[in-house]
Each structure stands twice: as structure tokens, then as C-alpha cells.
């Protein structure tokens, strides 16, 4: 079997994305949904369960008593942090052990890097890119490196090559991921995210995350790359790879986002990944 | 001892078996400064230029930005002995992403306060490993003033 064989072969046995997932975001766009029915459903999520409680006794809500109840804790966490806790307790599952050992990411790396890029696009999609909703940023956000997570052990054996290749040629480290293993991360992250049955436009944003003209595509697209991007920069879950990615800025233009813009967003990302420590335990 | 530095974040040590460590430097900035006779170092990782950016951030982290950090990494050295014309001062970070447009050159801009502040000061820089793709982490050893440095795609080696 060659090697782009293995690696197609590998989707084809991926665990599913957790369905509560799907069920349960739907019923939360529906400002009638209740309580209880959505406790109906998560309570089956047993991690879910567990971490809707432990974040809604977190130091954060400041509760001046333990909340034991999922249906309590419910209403007070409210349905915008219980779609990131919903979101973020699913995709966290993919992303334990040495999930990026082969990109020289110690343990817990990759997945700090993907909560830092889900953070980011969410505020990028509530104060710079329009018609984009912060919930679907976050999640892209969360899951843009999953291909990672896959490619992993391929890139670990090829390392070297991959290596040399970048250092020697100039070129981005997913340029060489595709030359040398025939499928790049992101192509590989757009292939799971289909077989998971995301929409369309989430697929399509990991799939395009490198593509150095992604600013100028769909502003899902363009979120997620500028996401990316900037916490590359910042070196947070950054391996091997480092800054060797490619991004056309001028693509920004549209955006009207300026450098300053860019360097005020770094300034936050810090403060929100500290809250974000303390809620997500990360 | 091993100190981490976080971004955003200084440490200073006179114990000869500290060694203070920042990782994953990437557009950020690592200033490393060591005095041999005091045998004081200290490693600052800031991440930005100008503290006027947000006035309110820099007095909460001051050591966020350039020109509010690299004062307070030398007083803190002062504080235990050490004298400025003795330090060794490296430098190392301010990666950028591919990007010809230059929007993201964080990098470039972290260095070029870094070099006024340093030329106001008269402050000689020993050693240097800036710019580029790679992602850097560096170490001090307080007793040697060993200065390590890992750069993705370059291996480690000593500065």
C-alpha cells in the first residue's frame, strides 16, 4: 500500500465526531429551547455531563455553593458557553497523548494551539470579519489542525526529508507535507471534517487554512487562516513547522484590518487563553 | 533549578544551578543578559513593540512589550549585583511568517524597537540569531552563562 493509500485508509477508520454535538447545537440556536430537553440529550455525553458541571463550578461563575444538578448548571452557564464547552470537551477527545510528537509538539501543544485559534477566530468573527457566526469560528478554530492529529506519525517517519526540504527549497512545511507524503494536513483536516458531516463552509475553511490566497476567499476561510496565522506568530503549540507557512496580507485590505488591529488582537488572545486555562484546564 | 518563562514574562536568578528557559519563541523576542563577575542573568520573552498600545495592558504586563520589558529585565539584574557595562547581552526570536506584504512582520518591528532602545542606551549587543522561519527556544545557565539555542530546522547549538 503506498503511502497516500495508508494515510486515505486511516480516514476511513476515524472514530465519529461526537453526535450530541449536532443535536444539540441546532437546539441551541432556538431561543425557546428548554432546559430540560437539552439536559435530555447531554446527559447521555458523559464527559460532557462532567465538564458542564466542573466549568459551572469553576472560580469563574463565582457560585457561592456546589451545583450537582446538569439542569441547573445548565441555566447558569447559559447557551453560549455551553456551546463552547459542548465543542470544546468533543474536539478534546481527538487531541490526547502524543497526538504531535511527529511535528515535535510536546504533549498538549496541538491542542493549545487549536483552543488559542478558536478563541481568536470567535473574536475576530464578533469585532473584525462580518457574516461570519463567532460559534462556527470557534469551532473551525478547534478543529483547523485535526489533519494533524493523522498525519502525525506519517510526518514522524518522514521526518528528515521534510526537513531538509524546507530548509533547502525555501518553501512552507505544508508544501512539503504534500510533496513528500502526497496530502498536506490541511487537505487531510477538510477530508475528516467531511466524513464528520460538518457544513460545507467549515470543511471547505479547513481544507484552504494554508492556502497563502486564503484571506481573499470565503471570510470563513479567510478567519481561520488570519487565526492561524497570528498564533503562529505568537509561537503558541508551534512545532517543527514554525513560522514556515505562507499568507498573502494584503488580503486583510478588505477587512480593514490594519497591523495595529492585528497587534491588539495578540495582546487579548493572551488574557482570553488564562481565562480559558482556568475554565478548560488546558 | 529550571524557570520557565512564559510569553510575556521575565525571570532573574543569581543560583548557580537555575537555568532560565523560554520556548517556542516565534515573532516574540528573547533577551538573555548575564553578568560573569556578579554571575546574575536574566531572560526576557516579550511579545510586541510599543507599550502604547494599550497603556492598561503594559502596567498590568509590562513585560509584554519592548520598550516597557527590557528596562525593567537590566533594573532587576541591578538589583542583584550586576553592572551594566559588565552584561552580555543576546538576542534571539522576531520570526515572521511567509508574507510578502509585510502585515505580519511582527517580528521585524519587535527587533527594530529592541535595536533604538539599545543604541538610546548604549547597550552592545554579544550575540545575535534573528529573523527567518524558525522557532526558537533558548536557555541560560546562571552559574556559566551558557546561552542554548534551538532553532526549528537548524537543530541546537550554543550562542
Known amino acids: 500500500m503506498s503511502c497516500i493509500d495508508e494515510i486515505l485508509n486511516l480516514v476511513k477508520h476515524v472514530q465519529p465526531f461526537p453526535k450530541v454535538v449536532q443535536r444539540v447545537m441546532g437546539m441551541l440556536d432556538d431561543p425557546e429551547t428548554d432546559v430540560k430537553a437539552l439536559a435530555e440529550i447531554i446527559q447521555y455525553d458523559q464527559v460532557i455531563t462532567a465538564n458542564v458541571l466542573k466549568i459551572c463550578n469553576a472560580s469563574y461563575f463565582g457560585l457561592p455553593r456546589k451545583v450537582s444538578s446538569l439542569n441547573e448548571a445548565l441555566v447558569i452557564v447559559g447557551h453560549d458557553t455551553l456551546k463552547d464547552i459542548i465543542v470544546t470537551s468533543s474536539s478534546a477527545r481527538f487531541y490526547k497523548g502524543a497526538v504531535g510528537d511527529g511535528y515535535r509538539l510536546e504533549q498538549g501543544e496541538l491542542w493549545r494551539h487549536s483552543v488559542a485559534t478558536g478563541i481568536l477566530a470567535k473574536h475576530m468573527a464578533k469585532k473584525h470579519i462580518q457574516g461570519v457566526d463567532s460559534g462556527v469560528a470557534y469551532t473551525v478554530g478547534l478543529l483547523h489542525d485535526i489533519g494533524k492529529r493523522f498525519l502525525n506519525t506519517f510526518v514522524a517517519d518522514d521526518f528528515k526529508r521534510i526537513m531538509i526540504k524546507v530548509v533547502r527549497d525555501q518553501c512552507s512545511f505544508v508544501e512539503a507535507e504534500k510533496e513528500l507524503l502526497g496530502i498536506s494536513h490541511a487537505e487531510l483536516g477538510g477530508m475528516i471534517l467531511k466524513k464528520w458531516e460538518f457544513p460545507e463552509e467549515m470543511q471547505l475553511a479547513v481544507l484552504q487554512h494554508h492556502d497563502p490566497d486564503a484571506l481573499k476567499k470565503e471570510p470563513l476561510t479567510a478567519l481561520t487562516s488570519l487565526s492561524n496565522a497570528l498564533v503562529v506568530t505568537m509561537g503558541i503549540g508551534v512545532g517543527a513547522d514554525g513560522l514556515a507557512t505562507r499568507v498573502q496580507g494584503e488580503g486583510l485590505k478588505r477587512f480593514g484590518i490594519t497591523p495595529l488591529d492585528l497587534d491588539l488582537c495578540m495582546a487579548n488572545l493572551l488574557d482570553d487563553m488564562e481565562q480559558a486555562q482556568e475554565l478548560f484546564h488546558i | ?159
Open chain 2, 1 to 159: 533549578m529550571k524557570l520557565v518563562i512564559g510569553i510575556s514574562d521575565m525571570k532573574v536568578s543569581n543560583q548557580a544551578d537555575d537555568v532560565l528557559i523560554t520556548y517556542s519563541l516565534g515573532s516574540c523576542i528573547g533577551v538573555v543578559i548575564w553578568d560573569p563577575v556578579a554571575k546574575v542573568g536574566g531572560l526576557l520573552h516579550y511579545m510586541l513593540p510599543d507599550s502604547s498600545l494599550d497603556m492598561e495592558k503594559a502596567q498590568a504586563k509590562p513585560f509584554m512589550f519592548a520598550d516597557s520589558g527590557i528596562p525593567l529585565l537590566f533594573k532587576e539584574t541591578y538589583k542583584y549585583g550586576a553592572v551594566k557595562n559588565r552584561l552580555i547581552v543576546k538576542v534571539v526570536g522576531g520570526s515572521q511568517i511567509m508574507d510578502n506584504a509585510g502585515i505580519f512582520n511582527i517580528g521585524k518591528r519587535n527587533h527594530a524597537v529592541l535595536r533604538k532602545i539599545f543604541w538610546k542606551n548604549n547597550i552592545m549587543i554579544a550575540k545575535e540569531d534573528v529573523g527567518g522561519t524558525g522557532n526558537r527556544t533558548v536557555s541560560l545557565e546562571i552559574g556559566t552563562g551558557i546561552t542554548r539555542l534551538k532553532v526549528s530546522g537548524r537543530g541546537e547549538f550554543e550562542l
